[in-house]
């Protein structure tokens, strides 16, 4: 299994992270709903969203974000 983060779409493809490595793959190959951020499960010719791992991803960076513009 191998995991990677949507970076960003162009057009009908979607750019994903792995690690420093990134890769396109079409948008349709997608499961519905994805979106930038989210984090991705490649297992075979099987793609899910990781929820858990999405949701914590959002949360760092909200934390990091609240850290950089605190008053």
Same mark, same amino acid.
């Given at each position: 299994?191998?995991?990677?983060?949507? &970076?960003?779409?162009?057009?009908?493809?979607?750019? /994903?992270?792995? =690690?420093?490595?990134?890769? !396109?793959? +079409? #948008?349709?190959?997608?499961?519905?709903?994805?979106?930038?951020? &989210?984090?991705?499960?490649?297992d075979?010719?099987q /793609?899910?969203? =990781?929820?858990?791992?999405? !949701?914590? +991803? #959002?949360?760092?960076?909200?934390?990091?974000?609240?850290?950089?513009?605190?008053?």
């Amino acid at each position: 299994m191998k995991r990677g983060i949507i &970076d960003r779409f162009e057009g009908n493809i979607a750019v /994903i992270e792995f =690690d420093e490595e990134m890769k !396109d793959i +079409l #948008k349709d190959k997608l499961p519905k709903g994805a979106n930038v951020g &989210d984090v991705l499960v490649f297992d075979g010719d099987q /793609i899910a969203i =990781d929820k858990q791992k999405t !949701d914590k +991803l #959002k949360k760092e960076i909200e934390d990091l974000m609240d850290e950089l513009f605190e008053d």
